[in-house]
């Protein structure tokens, strides 16, 4: 089966990277699970007479997350499952809060570690793999570009086995062009 649009289970990491640097942006702090340690650190360089700039580092250990998303290959190819995730990750941003780049902004993070993913429907396999996530962001005042990858290696409780790699990329330019894709594909 091919997959026509990047998997929510990849926008969910995705997702869970950018809401953590939000959340310690605006002055919150994510939460980890039991048993795991996380640490956000944001602080800030400059003055009044120059360029501010706020810098965010985040990293996991043994974080959990739990969420219901559809199989991307395999036997249970576009079935819905149980996903369940843990994993480690280090995340870095960037912005410029004053002086002439106001706005530029630059971000990056890479999630990996293991997961289950447990089919609604109990006929069908269970998998178990490991996976990674990597993303970059990066905004001036005229030209932005997002790139992510997703990486998942799977084995099911069947015997059988998959592989799933996705890249995405949007950037827009000053005079307004965007270019976009998104390649995922199934082994």
């Known amino acids: ?28 702090v994510a939460q980890a699970a039991a048993g795991s340690s996380q ?13 501010g700039v706020l810098h965010i580092q985040c990293t996991y250990h043994n974080a959990t997350d739990q969420f219901i998303d559809v199989v991307p290959c395999g036997t249970n190819a576009g079935a819905p ?15 410029l809060t004053a002086g002439t780049g106001a706005g530029t902004s630059w971000f990056t ?3 990996t570690g293991t997961f289950t993913a447990v089919p609604l429907d109990a006929t069908l396999p269970t998998y178990t793999g490991h996976e990674t996530v990597w993303f970059g962001d990066n905004n001036n005042l005229r030209n932005g570009s997002e790139t992510s990858t997703f990486t998942v290696h799977a084995v099911g409780s069947d015997g059988s086995s ?12 000053a005079s307004g062009i965007t270019i976009s894709f998104d390649k995922p594909t199934c082994n």
């Open 1 to 28: 089966m091919r997959i026509s649009k990047r998997s929510a289970w990849s926008g969910a990491l995705l997702g869970l990277a950018i809401i953590a640097l939000m959340a310690v942006g605006s002055g919150g």
């Open 39 to 51: 640490d956000c650190t944001p602080w800030s360089a400059g003055n009044g007479s120059g360029a």
């Open 81 to 95: 499952a149980t996903i369940t995730e843990l994993y480690n990750g280090q995340m870095h941003g960037t912005t």
């Open 109 to 111: 993070g890479t999630i």
């Open 162 to 173: 998959f592989d799933f790699h996705d890249v995405a990329h949007a950037s827009s330019s």
